[in-house]
């Protein structure tokens, strides 16, 4: 007998930085979509951005931001007014394709997936046009394209777009916005704690990805600058260290096999060889990886958040 599809609640956060022509395209590719249950975007502390949205839509859910300020926060809020089996995120700058949501939910039927991740495809604005490799799409929140599906790393759990069961979010208290995280989740890698404490009882845990569930993001100029790049390679470097020190001996082996300094410095030299564009920002990417990789030693970096002070979500009263 098969099991009925998940139902899908989507979850997009916005604030008053938030580009509205970007976020209406997310939020009418979203609504294009008929796999979705609901759809909710949670605006942190900008009334007037509310109020226009509950003006302009009348087929999605928008609600205030109710915990602590921020992405977090705002992303908690969705997780306990979302009323599918299935929360998916996406990003206010990305479009979902069509079949989006059920491409995410799929994997789901599998026991042991506690999370999945989508294929975000770089739309390049302007100069930003094939500015980087594909070994560094990742410093711009896409996803190179030389990812296959299937098992993936956890650094490579990004909030572009990325599900969870709802029930198991809600268990172990979401993105933990009550607490004080700053000490226990390097910058950029909030999904991966996540990851880990939904693993923490389950050894089997899996996270996949999907090509099938894309989304589409603009990269503008600046972006894809080294000094852009350099911050994310950093950014990476230093929670690579604080996950193995997280999982223990090598880690997440199977991703720093893929985003590793000497990758990158042999990506610039074989550029460089074929006289292609990108051997300096290559170069950038492997110099940034190296030096997060050592502030996170020095720093003695560390990814966990402490159990005891966080406490289970609880649904919200919402009207659907």
Do not use: K
């Not at 009334?47 to 705002?74: E, F, I, K, M």
Request: glycine letters at 10%; hydrophobic letters at 45%.
């Amino acid at each position: 007998m098969n099991r009925p599809a998940p139902r899908v609640s989507v979850v997009v956060c916005a604030d008053e930085s938030t580009p509205f022509d970007g976020l209406t395209a997310a939020l009418d590719s979203v609504l294009r979509d008929g796999d979705v249950h609901d759809v909710l975007v949670v605006v942190d502390r900008a009334p007037r951005l509310r109020d226009h949205l509950r003006h302009r839509y009348d087929d999605l859910v928008v609600v205030d931001n109710t915990r602590t300020p921020g992405l977090a926060g705002s992303r908690d809020t969705g997780i306990e007014s979302a009323r599918g089996d299935v929360v998916a995120f996406l990003d206010a700058d990305c479009v979902a394709h069509a079949g989006w949501a059920r491409a995410l939910a799929a994997p789901f039927d599998q026991v042991d997936v506690i999370a999945v991740v989508g294929r975000t495809e770089a739309t390049w604005f302007g100069a930003a046009a094939s500015a980087l490799p594909d070994d560094l799409l990742w410093a711009v929140d896409c996803t190179p394209r030389s990812r296959p599906d299937g098992l993936v790393g956890l650094d490579d759990v990004a909030g572009a777009t990325v599900a969870f069961r709802r029930w198991d979010l809600l268990q172990v208290g979401g993105l933990a916005s009550g607490v004080d995280v700053r000490d226990a989740v390097p910058r950029g890698a909030e999904f991966v704690e996540l990851c880990l404490r939904l693993a923490a009882d389950e050894p089997e845990a899996r996270v996949v990805s999907t090509s099938s569930a894309r989304v589409s993001r603009t990269v503008r100029p600046g972006e894809t600058s080294r000094r852009s790049v350099v911050g994310a390679a950093v950014d990476r470097g230093v929670a690579q260290i604080a996950l193995r020190r997280a999982v223990g001996g090598d880690g997440d082996a199977d991703t720093d096999r893929r985003v590793t300094a000497g990758r990158l410095a042999l990506g610039a030299w074989r550029t460089l060889l074929r006289r292609r564009r990108g051997a300096t920002v290559l170069a950038a990417g492997s110099i940034g990886l190296v030096t997060g990789r050592v502030l996170g030693l020095v720093r003695g970096t560390r990814i966990g958040l402490p159990v005891d002070q966080l406490e289970p979500l609880r649904s919200a009263t919402v009207r659907h």
